[in-house]
């Protein structure tokens, strides 16, 4: 991501370090967030997606209760697809922030780029398909929650389109942070829940999620990370004052190291378990 130069004014030298601070640290959140969701999306294709041809399906209730039922079909490809091109959304994603490609493969940048609003729409109607399909397992409220969630990926993604056909780049770009933003939702959304475990022992949690903390945590997977895509585009924006730009930087810096945290969490506890399960069934 580009961040506009300092104004030629006596305040230059100080902005330009702010601005230079500021993309170090969208630099380190972009490359932490990408290695984590990466081995989150390939820990949803292994699992999940290897359930399927081993005939399995009953195991994804082991992270959901109700997500697989027998006598939904329709529910279940809707869900189907919404892992499957949630994974791509995942991995792909902060492919389409690297400056390098964009400026010197510009081919690349747009067909990843439309292979990634694809899937992040099929995500989105997948998800809507399966709330109005079966509905949730923690009803009303996770509906509403994860229902506004699918709705606003669909939007950010024909927005980011939009604005690229139309060439107004710097539109695009800000549809397309949170669009991002909103992609890795899935993957903080157990990586919140893995937080809370440790920190409250389970408080305000019940086994079909509409305890106090799921009703919250039905918003609260998304919610704040377009706060944050909200900071990194005023940030890079070039009226941004050095103040804005030092907190913007002090804000993604704390992200990053509590993403690394749950990275090492989750992989140690869950991901890489998972997948080894997956490949001793094969075996």
């Known amino acids: 991501m580009a961040i506009a130069p300092a104004s030629p004014t006596g305040s230059a030298r100080p902005s330009a370090a702010g601005a230079a601070l500021l993309r170090w640290s969208v630099r380190a959140l972009v490359a932490v967030t990408w290695l984590s969701a990466a081995a989150f999306g390939i820990y949803t294709i292994g699992f999940y997606g290897g359930a399927v041809p081993q005939g399995v399906l009953e195991q994804w209730n082991r992270t959901l209760p109700r997500l697989y039922e027998a006598h939904a079909p329709l529910a279940t490809t809707g869900i189907g697809l919404h892992f499957l091109t949630g994974s791509l959304l995942l991995v792909l994603g902060p492919i389409q922030f690297v400056a390098a490609i964009r400026a010197r493969a510009p081919a690349v940048h747009r067909w990843i780029g439309r292979v990634y609003v694809t899937a992040a729409l099929v995500t989105g109607i997948g998800g809507l398909a399966y709330i109005a399909l079966k509905g949730t397992v923690g009803g009303g409220p996770m509906n509403l929650g994860f229902g506004l969630y699918g709705v606003l990926v669909v939007i950010a993604a024909a927005q980011a389109f939009r604005h690229a056909r139309a060439r107004r780049f710097e539109l695009h770009r800000a549809w397309a942070i949170r669009l991002f933003a909103l992609a890795v939702g899935s993957w903080l959304y157990r990586m919140d829940y893995g937080f809370w475990s440790l920190l409250t ?19 609260l997977f998304y919610l704040p990370n377009l706060a944050v895509a909200e900071l990194v585009i005023r940030g890079i924006g070039p009226g941004s004052s050095l103040a804005w730009r030092i907190g913007a930087a002090a804000g993604l810096t704390a992200a990053t190291a509590l993403i690394l945290l749950g ?5 140690a506890y869950y991901w890489l378990p998972g997948l080894a399960m997956r490949f001793a069934a094969r075996g």
């Open 201 to 219: 022992d389970n408080a305000g949690e019940s086994d079909n999620y509409t305890g106090p903390f799921d009703v919250v945590m039905a918003f």
């Open 263 to 267: 990275t090492y969490y989750f992989s």
